[in-house]
């Protein structure tokens, strides 16, 4: 079936390095491809999303661009703030579910002034 | 703006005991989606519903049921409670088009002793 592979963390970065968050997805069709954030104590928070290949979803000097040739949504930010410490989280939609999002396992990031 | 609201936020029961997480939606929305959310396991879909009348079984659907009488509510009730039940979960909802973002609530943390 449709799942999302994430990296692993936690993440542990200084104020201002280069963030990269690794996701590849298995589908069938051509699913939409989704990036949440989680604070501590509350739900997900929809941060991007890309619909179709090559498509670049940005938000907040986040990005992910889709890549259907390595099936990878991989995250980035240029320069990371303490304030973005989370949880993140890569997603999918399925055609197993409804309109239901498929969740990779999550990728805490921590950062550090 | 209240957009989903659960509640309780949270709940300590007894296994054997049954129990009604409730979940409101004030976005006029026509999908909603419980899921539960376990350290190492990410988010796991329970239950959807696509539109009023209608629901669906998840990933993890057993010892869980729900009923979407109406667009607004959706809740999520465990019959007889156990141990394994306990979890963070989360109730969302979308417009239940292809490439919609799904509404996150904040939450109830359910501890089943």
């Known amino acids: 079936g449709d799942s999302v592979t994430q990296m692993e963390g936690p993440v542990t970065l200084s104020e201002e390095a280069f963030l990269t968050i690794n996701c590849t997805y298995t589908?069938?069709?051509?699913?939409?491809l989704f990036w949440y954030v989680q604070y501590p104590g509350e739900g997900l928070q929809l941060l991007l999303k890309?619909?179709?290949?090559?498509d670049k979803g940005s938000n907040k000097g986040f990005e992910a661009t889709y890549r259907k040739e390595t099936t990878s949504f991989h995250l980035e930010k240029g320069s990371v703030q303490v304030s973005d410490s989370a949880v993140y989280f890569c997603?999918?939609?399925?055609?197993?579910?409804?309109?239901?999002?498929?969740f990779g396992k999550g990728t805490t990031l921590s950062v550090s002034s | 703006t209240a957009g989903i609201t659960q509640a309780p936020t949270s709940q300590i029961l007894a296994a054997g005991r049954s129990m009604t997480l409730r979940c409101t939606q004030d976005?006029?929305?026509?999908?909603m989606y419980w899921y539960r959310q376990d350290l190492g396991l990410g988010l796991r879909l329970i239950h959807y519903?696509?539109?009023?009348?209608?629901?669906g079984k998840g990933e993890v659907p057993d010892g869980y049921s729900v009923s979407r009488a109406n667009t607004d509510d959706f809740p999520l009730t465990l019959a007889s409670a156990v141990p394994s039940q306990t979890s963070v979960y989360f109730c969302?909802?979308?417009?239940?088009?292809?490439?919609?973002?799904?509404?996150f609530g904040n939450g109830t943390r359910l501890t089943v002793t």
């Open positions: 969302a909802s979308s417009l239940g088009q292809g490439s919609s973002p799904l509404h």
């Open positions: 589908a069938t069709g051509y699913p939409s």
């Open positions: 890309a619909t179709k290949a090559d």
């Open positions: 997603a999918l939609t399925s055609n197993q579910a409804g309109t239901a999002l498929i």
């Open positions: 976005m006029r929305h026509n999908a």
């Open positions: 519903s696509n539109t009023a009348g209608t629901t």
